[in-house]
């Protein structure tokens, strides 16, 4: 079975920090950035990004849609 994917758009995790990534995992998820310039996070332990301007929701779907595994949250 694939692991179920957390999306997480990038500002989502800017004023939070590590804790929704450390939840994430913990349930068994697969967190992934998305964002346009993942170096904006670089003290954030993100294993998967997806590249993608987030401003865009067209851009948004189409990266969504490129996941292989099913989606758990956004």
């Known amino acids: 079975m694939t692991t179920p994917v957390l999306a997480i758009i990038e500002t ?3 004023s ?3 804790e929704p ?3 994430a995992r913990g349930l068994g998820l697969r967190p ?3 964002s346009a310039n993942p170096s904006r996070y670089p003290l954030q ?3 998967e990004t997806e ?4 401003a865009d929701e ?3 779907l189409a990266a969504l849609d490129r996941i292989d595994a099913p989606l758990a949250g956004v």
């Not at 590249?51 to 987030?54: D, G, Y």
């Open 45 to 47: 332990p993100i294993d």
């Open 12 to 14: 989502s995790i800017g």
């Open 51 to 54: 590249l993608c301007e987030t």
């Open 16 to 18: 939070h920090g590590r």
């Open 32 to 34: 992934i950035l998305f």
């Open 21 to 23: 990534l450390r939840i």
């Open 58 to 60: 067209r851009q948004v």
